[in-house]
Structures are given as C-alpha cells and as structure tokens.
C-alpha cells in the first residue's frame, strides 16, 4: 500500500475494494476521508513509515465499506471521526461503532485545525450521501459514481434513490473541479467527467429496461425483485441474504411506477398495457 498523492497535500491510498481519499493536514498528521473495510492494518504500517497520524476520519456516507476500519484506526490514532446519517440504527448493527463521533453540519463547510472542506450533497446512492472538497480543489464524491472498468463489470449498482441519483450525476457534470476521487475507484480528470456520467446513466437506463421488458403481466413487487436480480445473475445467496440489495431493486421498480411506466396495486407492480 502506499501514499499516492494527487496534487498539492491531497492524495489517497488503495485499500483494495476502494480508495481512501488522504488530505495532508499537517507535517505529522492526515485527515481520512472515509477508512475503508480491510487492510486497516496495512493502512496503520503504511502511516508509521511515513510518520504520519491520522488526525480525523470524514465519512461520505455510512456503508460498512466506507466505515469498517474506524475502530481499528480510532484504537490506534484517536481521530475525531465525522459522519452524517439518518440510517444510525443500520451503521450501528453492522459496524458496532465503539468510538465518539461528531455528527457533520451538511449546511457549512466542515473545519478541522483552521483548514475548511466544502461539503457538497449528493444524495441518490444513500439519501445522507455527502461529497467534500480538499483546499486543493480534489472533489472526493464518494460513492456518487461508479468509475470505469467497474461500472461495466457491475450487475447492478447500488442505488437508494434513482431518479435523485441521476440528479446528482448531473449536478457533478457542472462542477468545475480539476480531479473527483471516486472510492470504486479511481481519479477522475475534469475532462473525463463528462463521459464517466453518461456511462452511469446509461447504466441505469439499461437496468430500467431490463425491468420493464420483464414486467408483462401483473406481477408480486417481491418476485419481480428477485427474477430481475436472476436475470442480472445475481447469486441465489446473494438474493436470499441481502435485503439492500433487493432494497435497491425495489427503488428502481419503484421509480419506474412514480415516472408513470407502472401502476402499483398493493403489493402488485402493474403494467398500463
Ligand atoms: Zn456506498
């Protein structure tokens, strides 16, 4: 593992499934943003080396992806740790945080030590999904995009809240930062934004027919979750085991009926012809 830096104290480091987005606050210290779901302690031997602590750890947004390694990095630095949620209750079954942490004022900027982040909203992936900006114009937008060869590989993208996804997709596109960090997983030049969205989207537009060309009668909201995720060979475990998964199949399904494409019936999704 080492630290890749990206311009002037902003860099980040590959933890395997993702990027952790590093902000040199100091000669001695970095700020975290999120800590990713293993390799914490590579991440510990990687800032020893250096002789580097980690001062504070800003999460993006509550996934165990992006959460799992605070304990650890809270026993070894103590960091202030920063979130901002609504889903506490989820966060705290799955990651059982043993550490105090400050719960982020989405409506200024975040402060640590003097040095100002820019918190941007961009909810769709998860409703409280937060996008900050280092001094250094590095746009860490979390899990608001999916990057390349990733996205084409993707069976189905984890999304909350499609239509408010594609809205921040589109939001992205008119931001004028020079790099965006993308934790699944790459930087990302300005100029390669524009494409990278158009992918994305195109991604979802895809999912959406697949669904709609599978919805032909008058079908149970669950079974037409369950024959889309085979359809998108989705594992039977899988299927069986991840309620957020099904959860983020129901959204799209959900989604297609509020755009007019489906009534729903109860529990029935139904459609117009
Ligand atoms: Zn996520």
Redo the contacts with the bound molecule.
Sequence with gaps: MNLEMICGKTGYIDTGYGLVAVYRSSDSEVILFDSGDEHADEIILLFDSLDLKIRAIVC??L?Y??TANNNILYDRYKPEIFLYGHDFANFKMRTSPHYPYNIIDPTSDLVIDGISFKIIPTPG??PD?LAFVTPDDVCCI??ALISQPLLSESKLP?IEDVEQAILTMEEIRRMKYPHFLV?HKGVVLSKDMPSLIDDNIKKELELYDVIQNQITAPTLIEDAVVEFMRQRKISESRIQQSYTMRNTVRARILTLAEAGEFKIEGEYIVPFK
């Design positions: 993006t947004h996934h992806d992006h992936h998860t999904h979390g899990d984890y934790c």
